[in-house]
């Protein structure tokens, strides 16, 4: 029985990632290829702009170039989709993302099947939805992507396992579970998927040998759902009041960090676990354009 579980630091290894791109950067450049990404951040949504900042950060970390295009909240869903065609036609520009969650009088799906396809660096556009679903070369989702890249690069290969994934979000859930289902190298597990409506849900996350927890309620993982040795991805991140802090809050995410980490094998922290990882694939997606880009020139 594992007494504590092992630690999967998503802070170690996306930093790791983001060195390596760091020297694909560098023979881009070499090469006359100087990757870029533009980031739109609409309105002053808090939580937004911090993730936005530390985008910023970590494209001058592995040297991309970073264009940061701040509208206003009551900016027009056409100001929006005007600045995303002008950023597609942008040679500076290799990925592109429009920051979310948008103002309600602007419709996120329009925007975001603007975005084209080779400079999508969220990995949400239907056509590169479409290719990760049956399997060919595509910029992935982001927080999904650093899913996978955390098991592999923690020595936990989902190939043959069952993995279950509680949410179905178009964000995390339903990619995550095409990601690891396919047959390629990295995935060939068997995905199970549980989400609100699904009946006698702990028995199904007790058969998990890796669980992903995607559903944005915090805690809701507890220990009696889960059996020993599972190795827990704890996708969720949300603010629950403590007033032991000085802000006021901390942040927790969907497991029950004390009571789950006793009988797992290895679990991924709140914060400092999936969150570092969908920053540094967010770059990737970028390197990975510009290269492609520039191999068509």
């Known amino acids: 029985m594992a007494k504590t579980a092992k630690i999967i630091d998503g802070k170690k290894i996306a930093a790791a990632i983001r060195a390596e791109l760091k020297v694909e950067v560098a023979a881009l450049k070499k090469r006359g290829i100087h990757p870029g990404l533009a980031v739109i951040l609409v309105g002053d949504d808090p939580a937004s702009q911090?993730?936005?900042?530390?985008?910023?950060?970590?494209?001058?970390?592995?040297?991309?170039?970073?264009?940061?295009?701040?509208?206003?909240?009551?900016?027009?869903?056409?100001?929006?989709?005007?600045?995303?065609?002008?950023?597609?036609?942008?040679?500076?520009?290799?990925?592109?993302?429009?920051?979310?969650?948008?103002?309600?009088?602007?419709?996120?799906?329009?925007?975001?099947?603007?975005?084209?396809?080779?400079?999508?660096?969220?990995?949400?556009?239907?056509?590169?939805?479409?290719?990760?679903?049956?399997?060919?070369?595509?910029?992935?989702?982001?927080?999904?992507?650093?899913?996978?890249?955390?098991?592999?690069?923690?020595?936990?290969?989902?190939?043959?396992?069952?993995?279950?994934?509680?949410?179905?979000?178009?964000?995390?859930?339903?990619?995550?579970?095409?990601?690891?289902?396919?047959?390629?190298?990295?995935?060939?597990?068997?995905?199970?998927?549980?989400?609100?409506?699904?009946?006698?849900?702990?028995?199904i996350t007790r058969q998990a040998d890796i669980l992903v927890a995607a559903m944005g309620v915090p805690g809701f993982i507890t220990a009696r759902m889960v059996k020993e040795g599972v190795i827990v991805l704890d996708v969720g991140i949300s603010r629950v009041e403590d007033k032991t802090r000085k802000s006021g809050y901390r942040l927790a995410g969907d497991v029950d960090f004390k009571g789950v980490s006793k009988k797992a094998r290895a679990i991924t922290p709140v914060p400092g676990g999936v969150g570092p990882m969908t920053v540094a694939m967010l770059l990737q997606n970028a390197v990975r354009a510009a290269s492609a880009q520039g191999a068509r020139k």
């Open 50 to 203: 911090v993730y936005v900042r530390t985008k910023e950060r970590a494209c001058e970390e592995v040297g991309l170039a970073s264009f940061v295009h701040r509208l206003p909240a009551n900016a027009t869903e056409r100001r929006v989709l005007s600045l995303v065609a002008r950023l597609n036609a942008d040679k500076r520009v290799h990925g592109l993302l429009v920051q979310s969650p948008l103002p309600g009088h602007i419709d996120e799906m329009k925007v975001v099947n603007a975005i084209d396809p080779g400079k999508d660096a969220d990995g949400f556009h239907p056509v590169n939805v479409g290719k990760m679903l049956i399997g060919q070369d595509a910029p992935l989702p982001c927080t999904p992507h650093g899913c996978q890249e955390l098991l592999l690069r923690s020595g936990y290969d989902p190939a043959g396992k069952h993995v279950v994934v509680v949410g179905r979000s178009n964000i995390v859930g339903k990619p995550i579970a095409a990601m690891l289902m396919q047959k390629a190298a990295g995935a060939n597990a068997t995905v199970t998927v549980c989400h609100s409506r699904t009946k006698r849900l702990a028995t």
